[in-house]
């Protein structure tokens, strides 16, 4: 074992060959290449949070973003499905391939966009409607009104809730536990069929056994989805994703600011064992963040 393996699991991350189980059989689902990012730079008023970052995702991964705090992980996850517009300082520079098409293209409408790459927040959002309410707005919302009763069903069983809201679908979101909810929000997501399941760091706010439920829940949704997770959390990131994105921030010499950088991009297995970079190794050993 080298130095970075031992010492990764003694302080840090318990990275074992069950850790990593099912990597194979996941790389083997999705090595498509579903978004290409290249020189992709986020300011805002004028200032660059996050600077010219060139990755790729691929389909029926999860990709898990890294990182300390105000290394741009949330701005760049927003990117995505264009979220980032509707701040009125915020500038996108670089581009975002989806399928091979600029999501930032002047045709590209950032409503359908939204309808393809959903998000789930980190904290649960419900709406102040019933738990079925809150399945169907969406598809209302977009006129997918034809058999919603099912469209509700498949999406909470997908979200594995079914079973425990079943009996309960015309009582309020709101009287459900803090877990319960944020897998509602996931079938919300659901429910407009989307490809993409961006996920700003979903467990954050939960107690273990809903951030376990969660992190189940990740690994069955991968074989139709694709699932992009922000996480501080680096023993979920280990457990959960395919690929991991290492950010740290670069603080300008002369003014003393913040920029989000990309610092190393790979399997998680390697992130976690043999990294490349010794700015990652510090991170996830513990030394520094």
């Not at 059989?25 to 978004?35: A, I, Q, V, W």
């Not at 300082?89 to 409408?109: C, F, M, N, R």
């Not at 904290?123 to 169907?136: E, G, V």
């Not at 407009?192 to 961006?198: A, G, H, M, Q, R």
């Amino acid at each position: 074992m080298t130095e970075i393996e031992s010492t990764t699991t003694d302080r840090m991350v318990e990275v074992s060959a069950e850790t990593f189980v099912d990597r194979q059989e996941s790389r083997s689902l999705g090595r498509d290449t579903l978004f290409g990012v290249s020189g992709l730079t986020v300011s805002y008023a004028g200032f660059p949070a996050l600077a010219d970052v060139t990755m790729d995702i691929h389909r029926n991964n999860i990709t898990a973003f890294i990182g300390p705090s105000g290394c741009g992980k949330s701005t760049f996850i927003r990117c995505f499905n264009r979220l980032n517009d509707l701040i009125p300082s915020a500038k996108v520079e670089g581009t975002i391939l989806y399928h091979g098409q600029d999501l930032y293209g002047p045709d590209v409408d950032p409503v359908e966009v939204r309808k393809l790459i959903g998000m789930v927040f980190q904290k649960p959002n419900p709406f102040p409607k019933s738990i079925y309410d809150n399945i169907a707005f969406g598809p209302r919302v977009l006129g997918m009104k034809d058999g919603l009763d099912e469209r509700v069903e498949r999406a909470l069983h997908q979200a594995a809730l079914w079973d425990e809201v079943k009996d309960r679908l015309k009582e309020s979101a709101l009287s459900l536990s803090g877990g319960q909810q944020q897998r509602l929000c996931i079938a919300r997501c659901l429910a407009v069929n989307p490809e993409v399941i961006l996920m700003d760091e979903p467990a954050s706010s939960l107690d273990p056994i809903s951030t376990t439920r969660i992190e189940d829940l990740m690994h069955e949704l991968k074989r139709d989805y694709t699932i992009v997770i922000v996480t501080h959390n680096m023993q979920q990131a280990a457990r959960v994703a395919d690929m991991t994105a290492f950010f740290s921030v670069r603080v300008s010499e002369g003014d003393g600011r913040r920029t989000g950088i990309l610092v190393e991009y790979d399997t998680t297995q390697k992130i976690f064992t043999t990294p490349g970079d010794k700015r990652t190794e510090d991170y996830v050993t513990g030394r520094f963040g």
